[in-house]
């Protein structure tokens, strides 16, 4: 067998080496659905999945061994699974009692904090996360925490059923989901070591049981309730029904590109879980039959 040069060599080495470097990059190319429920989170490609998923990625509680032990129990189950800083992490909440902010290339916890009955999250300004808590003798609120200091709450303020939270950077407001009405808060003494979130509107839901709040884009929001689903216009502060799912009764999670007209959702089915997940334009449904699902985010 010929002998290669060593230039040669070394060229090749570092062929393969970058190839290799390549296919471990480029593990959650074509991702664009996060899954989560019961103790897992999937990264899926709606695109390769027929009725079976091509999951990219996956992660279970069980691995967060960085944690608190209380927190295998706290974190289960998930409830909520946002892709958050350019798609770099997870912000997990359960209705276990945490919330969790979950890198996704180490798959070490960035932060975490008890949070009874959490069921959504939102990144806010100034590295300060907000945590929606639903029913629960300590919760029926929505909580502040700064990322640099877990578990170490800084405001918290009274929501019965708080169940979403999306944060504006346009309006420079936070929008709170509770069980009959939508609020909006400020940011007060945001740059002083007691910041807080003060109301500063509120307007009551056309259907009661508040569930799942999703940002269509800087002007529009989706708000699903036990009965139905709209749309709320931030400038007009109006609701509207949501005609693609119009009717629709315990829609758990919705994400609207109104560009495209692509629609995700996931609708409890037996209980509170489904294991389906629905998209429109194109028409699919992938089911995982091995996890009691709950919400299903674009990522």
Request: with cysteine.
């Amino acid at each position: 067998m010929k002998r290669l040069h060593p230039l040669n060599f070394l060229l090749l080495s570092c062929f393969l080496l970058s190839a290799c470097a390549s296919r471990t990059n480029s593990g959650l190319r074509g991702t664009d659905l996060a899954v989560c429920g019961d103790d897992k989170v999937l990264l899926v490609n709606s695109r390769q999945s027929a009725s079976t998923p091509d999951i990219t990625w996956r992660w279970q509680v069980s691995e967060a061994r960085e944690l608190p032990a209380a927190y295998q129990k706290w974190m289960v189950p998930l409830d909520e699974c946002k892709p958050v800083m350019n798609r770099s992490a997870l912000l997990l909440t359960s209705s276990g009692g945490g919330v969790l902010l979950l890198d996704i290339k180490s798959r070490k916890p960035l932060f975490y904090a008890h949070v009874p009955m959490a069921h959504s999250a939102a990144l806010l300004p100034g590295n300060r996360l907000v945590v929606a808590l639903s029913t629960h003798r300590d919760g029926n609120s929505i909580e502040l925490y700064n990322l640099n200091q877990p578990e170490q709450r800084l405001f918290r303020d009274s929501l019965y059923s708080g169940h979403g939270v999306v944060w504006n950077d346009k309006y420079k407001r936070l929008f709170a989901l509770g069980f009959d009405e939508l609020r909006s808060y400020s940011l007060k003494d945001w740059e002083g070591p007691n910041p807080q979130l003060r109301l500063e509107e509120h307007w009551k839901i056309p259907s009661e049981g508040g569930h799942d709040l999703s940002a269509v884009d800087d002007e529009n929001m989706i708000v699903t309730t036990h009965h139905n689903v709209f749309t709320f216009n931030i400038a007009k502060k109006s609701f509207e029904v949501f005609e693609p799912l119009k009717g629709r009764e315990n829609i758990k999670s919705v994400n609207y590109n109104a560009q495209k007209k692509l629609l995700l959702f996931t609708q409890a089915e037996e209980s509170w879980w489904t294991h389906h997940i629905y998209l429109r334009h194109p028409d699919k449904t992938i089911e995982i039959p091995e996890v009691k699902l709950y919400k299903t985010r674009f990522f």
